[in-house]
């Protein structure tokens, strides 16, 4: 690659969706991880065709173009550029091949100059359908795939019926037909999609298709982990909020308290001592009542100094433990978050196997197995 190359290549990268790789990929493994987004991607040369979009041939980045790029922490990357072939590719279907190419090599993918960590964000399975199944053919498969709901929340699903542990609700309108829901996962039928590659070479002959959405069931009632996914999606409990309010509050009202005690305290004494030292009128009276405010001023502050070194040294002998608690908080959430992703993955290549569809994750990558939804499977 010549320099003139190298100087225009942020701006070429900027300018299309790229997958950004910590390792050059194995071509065969490229290939394999494209064609679960088109099962008709073919090399062209040293690049890949899917999807109507070229992803370009992997091309080292240094720190320097990093940089530029806006991506952190990283001294070397390896970059896939997509491009498209032709007319724009339907749904901005390069921007999530980028995304998924990432997503299963364990990288960045870069859209508009914006850098982006595919495995932090929450994905929702999916199951391509032909048409929109009937509620005697889903249904069954749902009642063993499903964990059972106990009742229906009147509140969320008025219109709602418990079928064998599955809440069913007939919409009916818009985009949505169906909703089905257990404890704690929800199935939401929509139909007239447009075709995704993986779809249009099971089905040529159609010109759409139904999707069958797999999702959490969000529920006021549940606290911990829940409540902070249901934050991060907008919906965060009243009670939870309240209660982290009140911890933060806490703590300052009560140092507030303890300041303007302090205060008042000396305050009353220097008035007392001020008064006393006038009524005597005696120089020598006045000078040792300053003496004595001076030293329990002295006193005071040493204590004062001293606390404050306390505080300050109980502080830094707890930032390895606060560090070890908040690591430790974070590696359970994620384990429950892959946990939670991995029931809905199974729920949806239960459905994708019963109902002759095909499961795939929200950017349209098939999935063979539950397994195939988490990150970095292709690392």
């Given at each position: 690659?010549?320099?003139?190359?190298?100087?225009?290549?942020?701006?070429?990268?900027?300018?299309?969706?790229?997958?950004?790789?910590?390792?050059?990929?194995?071509?065969?493994?490229?290939?394999?991880?494209?064609?679960?987004?088109?099962?008709?991607?073919?090399?062209?040369?040293?690049d890949?065709?899917?999807?109507?979009?070229r992803?370009?041939?992997?091309?080292?980045?240094?720190?320097?173009?990093?940089?530029?790029?806006?991506?952190?922490?990283?001294?070397?990357?390896w970059?896939?550029?997509?491009?498209?072939?032709?007319?724009?590719?339907?749904?901005?279907?390069?921007?999530s091949?980028a995304?998924?190419?990432?997503?299963?090599?364990?990288?960045?993918?870069?859209?508009?100059?914006?850098?982006l960590?595919?495995?932090?964000?929450?994905?929702?399975?999916?199951?391509?359908?032909?048409a929109?199944?009937?509620?005697?053919?889903?249904?069954?498969?749902?009642?063993e795939?499903?964990?059972?709901?106990?009742?229906?929340?009147?509140?969320?699903?008025?219109d709602g019926?418990?079928?064998?542990?599955?809440?069913?609700?007939?919409?009916?309108?818009?985009?949505?037909a169906?909703?089905?829901?257990?404890?704690?996962?929800q199935?939401?039928?929509?139909?007239?999609?447009?075709?995704?590659?993986a779809?249009?070479t099971r089905w040529?002959?159609l010109?759409?298709?139904?999707?069958a959405?797999?999702?959490?069931?969000v529920r006021?009632?549940?606290?911990?982990?829940?409540?902070?996914?249901?934050?991060?999606?907008?919906e965060?409990?009243?009670?939870?909020?309240?209660?982290?309010?009140?911890?933060?509050?806490?703590?300052?009202?009560?140092?507030?308290?303890?300041?303007?005690?302090?205060?008042?305290?000396?305050?009353?004494?220097?008035?007392?001592?001020?008064?006393?030292a006038?009524?005597?009128?005696?120089a020598a009276?006045?000078?040792?009542?300053?003496?004595?405010?001076?030293?329990?001023?002295a006193?005071?502050?040493?204590?004062?100094?001293?606390?404050?070194?306390?505080?300050?040294?109980?502080?830094?002998?707890?930032d390895?433990?606060?560090?070890?608690?908040?690591?430790e908080?974070?590696?359970e959430?994620?384990?429950?978050?892959?946990?939670?992703?991995?029931?809905?993955?199974?729920?949806?290549?239960?459905?994708?196997?019963?109902?002759?569809?095909?499961?795939?994750d929200?950017?349209?990558?098939?999935?063979?197995e539950?397994?195939?939804?988490?990150?970095?499977?292709?690392a």
């Amino acid at each position: 690659m010549g320099w003139f190359s190298k100087l225009l290549l942020p701006g070429r990268l900027r300018t299309g969706p790229t997958a950004l790789l910590p390792a050059r990929p194995d071509p065969k493994t490229l290939l394999a991880v494209a064609q679960l987004a088109d099962p008709e991607a073919r090399t062209d040369g040293d690049d890949i065709l899917a999807g109507g979009s070229r992803i370009e041939a992997p091309v080292e980045l240094t720190g320097d173009v990093l940089a530029k790029l806006g991506v952190p922490d990283s001294d070397t990357l390896w970059a896939c550029r997509i491009a498209a072939e032709g007319p724009l590719p339907v749904d901005f279907f390069d921007k999530s091949l980028a995304e998924g190419i990432a997503y299963r090599l364990g990288g960045w993918s870069l859209c508009q100059g914006e850098p982006l960590d595919p495995a932090e964000e929450t994905v929702d399975p999916l199951v391509y359908l032909p048409a929109v199944p009937e509620p005697e053919e889903i249904l069954p498969v749902l009642t063993e795939a499903l964990r059972h709901a106990d009742a229906v929340d009147a509140e969320r699903w008025p219109d709602g019926e418990l079928i064998e542990g599955v809440v069913h609700v007939s919409v009916r309108r818009g985009r949505v037909a169906d909703v089905y829901a257990g404890a704690d996962v929800q199935v939401t039928i929509e139909e007239g999609h447009r075709l995704p590659p993986a779809a249009q070479t099971r089905w040529p002959y159609l010109t759409e298709i139904a999707i069958a959405r797999v999702s959490p069931v969000v529920r006021t009632e549940e606290t911990g982990a829940d409540d902070a996914a249901g934050a991060a999606s907008g919906e965060a409990a009243d009670g939870t909020t309240e209660d982290v309010a009140g911890a933060d509050a806490a703590p300052l009202d009560g140092h507030a308290d303890t300041t303007s005690d302090a205060d008042a305290g000396s305050g009353t004494d220097a008035t007392a001592d001020t008064g006393s030292a006038a009524d005597t009128g005696s120089a020598a009276d006045t000078g040792s009542a300053a003496d004595a405010d001076s030293g329990s001023d002295a006193d005071a502050t040493s204590d004062t100094g001293s606390a404050a070194d306390a505080g300050a040294n109980s502080d830094t002998d707890a930032d390895p433990d606060v560090e070890d608690t908040a690591s430790e908080t974070d590696a359970e959430d994620a384990d429950e978050a892959r946990a939670a992703l991995l029931v809905r993955a199974d729920v949806a290549v239960t459905l994708a196997n019963a109902l002759r569809g095909i499961a795939a994750d929200s950017r349209g990558f098939q999935l063979a197995e539950p397994a195939d939804a988490l990150p970095g499977g292709y690392a």
